[in-house]
């Protein structure tokens, strides 16, 4: 399968200049755990939301009610643009996974921020591929694997997402950072809590992973990265 490349966030792409306005322009916030979610879906689409510390979870529910999830956001992130673009509602609720400090700027203060200043446009529209991305390699992920394989591609997403933040171990380790349950994993590549955890199973039995209370290290990202390729192809 084909690796879509984890690029820069959004706000790592802003000059110092550029950061300094969109701060003017908008309020800072905090988000916890348990508390208030970043967007609601169905709101009405107000603000643009950027993650400067911390992780959230992109879900929606499903007609039965659970709830998938769908992504996750990280330092530097947006949250909110597409809908805040286009004046539209919250297309997904977006949850606190640890504690979170934000910047939500108004929509047309960011939109009167593109328009000042254009080169800016750049980095939104690299956001919006890297995420269309994503979507079509999940998509093709889903349609031609099972599980466990599933599983084995979202972890190196995760993985590689991670060292977008961390460097791996000296044993070459890395820690997944978003702190996901098994069930949230489970959730996201359309598998049962049962075939999520006959995933993991196997998966540490091959000696790819370690898993523990919302916590997932990836021991061996090559050897992970073999198996989801050869899984894909079986």
């Known amino acids: 399968m084909e690796r879509v490349p984890v690029k820069a966030p959004f706000w790592e792409a802003l000059s110092d200049a550029d950061r300094a306005f969109l701060q003017r322009a908008g309020r800072m916030r905090s988000f916890r755990p348990g508390g208030e979610p970043l967007t609601f879906e169905g ?21 039965t009610g659970r709830e998938v999830v769908l992504a996750v956001r990280g330092p530097g992130d947006l949250v909110g643009e597409i809908s805040a673009m286009f004046d539209s509602r919250r297309t997904a609720t977006v949850r606190p996974l ?3 400090r934000a ?3 108004p929509a047309v ?4 921020f593109l328009d000042e200043n254009p080169h800016c446009w750049w980095p939104l529209m690299a956001t919006v591929v890297d995420r269309m991305g994503e979507l079509g390699n999940r998509l093709r992920v889903h349609a031609g694997a099972e599980g466990t394989c ?3 591609h979202l972890l190196v997403h995760l993985a590689e997402l991670s060292l977008r933040y961390t460097e791996p171990g000296p044993d070459g380790r ?3 950072l978003p702190p996901l349950s098994q069930a949230d994993l489970g959730s996201w590549v359309d598998a049962s809590r049962e075939t999520a955890a006959r995933g993991f199973g196997e998966l540490r039995e091959r000696g790819l992973v370690t898993t ?4 997932v290290t990836v021991l061996d990202l090559p050897g992970l990265r073999a198996f989801a390729a050869k899984c894909a192809d079986a």
């Open 103 to 105: 910047l939500s700027v």
């Open 43 to 63: 709101d009405d689409s107000t603000h643009v939301i950027i993650i400067l510390d911390g992780w959230a979870k992109v879900i929606s529910p499903t007609h």
């Open 174 to 176: 890395v820690a997944i």
């Open 109 to 112: 203060r960011f939109k009167a």
């Open 150 to 152: 599933r599983l084995a």
């Open 98 to 100: 640890v504690p979170i």
């Open 212 to 215: 523990a209370y919302r916590r």
